[in-house]
């Protein structure tokens, strides 16, 4: 049977090497272009200009669309087809040209052609020059791409209302605009064997432990990935390696709440392409502080956060336990509520658990349609869902109305906390059929296995749980409750002092 | 034994209070003797404190820094390795217990209708899981477990308030002191949960010495509040309880819940998950540390299948039940592992680090 499936999976799909031996740039010109092309193939957008020089033949290579054609006429090539002092010797034409000639700052010299490869597709323009075993790489990239927009997933009322783009050279302009200080560190790293993906791991380097930034890097680049689209595909290397319900990363997409996260000594990895820069480490606790918090008054803050935490139970085990108390436990509901209650289900036609399972299956798919159909459109399917939908299976008698109250208590809760979402929607599933089958009982016992996978996950020495379990004293002041800044602003929290 | 992973002395003495805590709430009147209400209250009191004279011997190993594992490997390994079955066997004792006195409150309160075979095969296997992720999970989900557990004590606590009844007392002494004193014993022989300190001693760091004798006194004031809102609201209908203090809380009310044993429920079954994973666990790791051929999840797998087998085999009949609960038995074990056996190791250790010097 395994076997079978083995071969299955191997069939479709083949294995990621390791890359292959990297190819020194050969003296010659034209050796170079052939290989180049062998590379590229047909493909349009990669563009060769070969010219003479002095006495020398020398080629631009560059990718159409990831340049700014005006700076590579300006910047590069004007400048050297004018220059009158170009050395005679083909070897000294390129150190000359690099040192004295062309006058971009973002410059690099490739020893390799599978460098070089890369830096064309990186938006830089290649020269190659005729006798000389290395290139010149001159950074005039101008790719399209998206302006910073407002943050759409970490809406904020008082904070800042800019988020990352796709442009990871953007993203560290934010962060550098927080923090202007040379401690911000940000580093490069590779990822993906055919994407070659660029990596940012961002940090500040009077706080983030050098064992995790260390760590982080060399999983992400011992990651077997042929292609990195997006920061996702990273997670599950860098994630704890047992399996928990909840990531011991964290996701954002506001440059502000990234700055915080190093200001504690967290590391933060931007993936080029994706708009959400990872935190690791990332405690459980994190997942219900916003910016806003921090910009509301102390009391109001700590209101929000206690409702929040109380909307991630409510979100996860209120359908479960309505189930049970139905099924098993009726004696814990006042009389005159049963009473109700029992006239209600009595119509319906189905077990309560089937009735309520089959209501968030619809009410997953409503929301799944709503997401990926255009705005406008969304909402119509929201509304079609929870009116037309509900409404009519109640009066049709499918349904009992309470239970309708109960999935719509659980699936506004559950948005209270967004990054949460996943580990909510499918625990809650869980919980409902484990609340059918042993009731109460069986609620306790897998609330008591969560809690248990939960205490276990310790990502990069700090346990998710921190500062709840192990208990921290000095660290709840920004927890549940959120001290004010005359307090907060005293001593910086740092995450490696969390551990154990 | 393998001190890797080490945790706090709080959070070990946490879940310990956990597992004294789990005995108080599912105390059941067994003992054949006649004992006034009142007379409980002073016994838990009295137990309590009296057990500061028996764990002499534990305070003295506290003191010394030294497990029992640690010390006995002076002498032999071949003795660690049969003191390391007989507190295997020991620990197994209790959690056979614990799994019988669960089924029981199961098949009595939870679901009087049906069978608790399989219920009680997959909390073994949770519990078996839980164990699986270490001391250093377990001493985390013990911290939560005690706050969780006072949080929900307090509550049914107050919501009792009303019917607290000084008047439901009896005469103290009422049968004189001959039966209070079996009570305060059975209390005593009861206590037998610092064994698990001494033996994971090597893989606690703090204080313990002191948290120890703070473990005594919290356990001591928390059981003897239980019990006088236990007697002060039922009166002496609470020695005729199967569970008393689930009766106890039936009786309680909180706005427009009718009753709030669903809280005590779920402490208890959260508690007893506790115990079972620790206890579990603690067994998996004294096997697997002093026989190295026995992973600590294979010795956890294997713990986990003759446990559900005993379960099975034993959920249909009390004799083992009236074994685990029977005094003689209980006197016999408190005695040996927790008396006789540290206080030899304590001083075959001094006699060694006499020898030495």
Redesign the interface.
Known sequence: MFEFIKKNIDDITYPVEDEDPKLPIFDNLQMNISYLKSEFGDSFDILYKEIKVGNADICFVMADGMCENLLVVEQVVKPIISEKRLPLRKEKLLDFISKNVVAGIDQQRAETLQDAIANVLSGLVVLFVDGVNYSECFGVQGFPKRSIDDAVAEVEEIGSHEAFTESFKDNITLLRRRIRSPVLKCEIVECGKTSKTRICVCYMSDRAKPETVNDIKTKIKNAKLDTVLGSGYLRPFLDSKRFSFFSALGTTERPDVACAEMAEGRVLIITDGTPFAIIAPYLFSENFQTMDDYNYRPFYATLIRTLKFVSFFIGIFLPGIYIAICTFHQEVIPVSMLYDMAIQESITPFPVMLETVFIHFIYEIVREAGLRMPKSIGQTVGIVGAIVIGEAAVSAGLVAAPLLIVVGLSAITSFVVPHLYQPIAFLRFAFMVIGGIFGFYGIVVGASVLLVNMCAANPYGVPLLSPIAPFSLGAMRDNFFRMSWKKLGKRELKIDKMEK | MNTKS?I?T??LLSVLLVLRLLSTITFMPILDVAVGNSDYIIAMAIGGFSTFIFFIPTFLLLKNGKGLFEISDKVSKKLTKIIAILYALFFLIFIFSALVRMNLF?SAI??PQKSTAL?MV??IA?TC??AS??L??????G??SLFLFIGSFIVILLSLIERVDINHLSPVFFYGISPVSIVIWSVIIRTVEPAALLVLLPKVSGKTLKSFALWIVSFTVITTLIFFFLMTTLGDASLLQLFPIHSMAVLSRFS????M??LL??MW??SA??KV?FLMFLVADIISSNFKKVSLNGAIVFLGIINSLAVLIESNSLSSFKVTTSLTVRSSIFLAFVVIIPMILFLIDKFYSGAKE
Not at chain 2, 136 to 141: D, I, M, V
Not at chain 2, 256 to 259: A, G, P
């Open positions: 080490k706090s709080w959070q199961v939870v679901f219920f997959i909390s949770a899981y839980a992720h270490g250093e999970a377990l001493g985390r989900t911290t939560i427009v819940f009718e009753r044993d669903a429920m779920g079954i959260f998950f506790v994973s």
